[in-house]
């Protein structure tokens, strides 16, 4: 096992490779601590170099209610206004801490996902 850091695409590809074919090595072996270092070495390469944008808080709310099921009218009834939840979700009106507090609560999400700054509609 010759461990080296990520310095290239190509090292990156020929990593990637390698995590595949041991993708099923079982923890404490040696091909198991292989497993752990390397994807070590790739999250390190892909935070650096693909770094993830911080999600839109309304598109963040807007998936979260697709992937539970759930319509406008539960998140009116979250927020206790039915036009408030109108006013967010068409970005006319701003989340406040207490509507985030509330969200990241009853939908057991990080309020990170919520706080940062996003655009409001004339």
Same mark, same amino acid.
């Not at 990593?15 to 390698?18: M, Q």
């Not at 979260?64 to 099921?69: H, N, V």
């Given at each position: 096992?010759e461990?080296?850091p =990520?310095?290239?695409e190509a090292?990156?590809?020929s990593?990637? *490779?390698?995590i595949?074919?041991i993708?099923?090595a079982?923890p %404490?072996?040696?091909? %198991?601590?292989?497993?752990? =270092?390397l994807?070590l070495?790739?999250?390190?390469?892909?935070r650096?170099h693909?770094?993830m *944008?911080?999600?839109?808080? =309304?598109?963040f709310?807007?998936y979260?209610?697709?992937?539970? %099921?759930v %319509?406008?009218n539960e998140l009116? !009834?979250?927020l206790?206004s039915?036009?408030?939840a109108?006013? =967010?979700?068409n970005?006319?009106r701003?989340?406040?801490?207490?509507?985030?507090?509330?969200? !990241?609560n009853a939908w057991d999400?990080?309020?990170?996902?919520m706080?940062s700054?996003y655009?409001l509609?004339?």
């Open positions: 096992m461990i080296k =990520i310095k290239t090292d990156y590809d990593t990637l *490779e390698r595949y074919a993708f099923e079982k %404490g072996t040696d091909e %198991g601590d292989e497993l752990d =270092i994807t070495l790739v999250e390190n390469y892909e650096i693909y770094p *944008e911080k999600p839109d808080p =309304i598109e709310i807007k979260l209610m697709e992937l539970r %099921g %319509g406008q009116a !009834s979250l206790n039915r036009s408030r109108s006013e =967010i979700l970005r006319r701003p989340l406040t801490l207490a509507q985030i507090r509330k969200i !990241s999400v990080p309020v990170e996902s706080i700054e655009e509609t004339a």
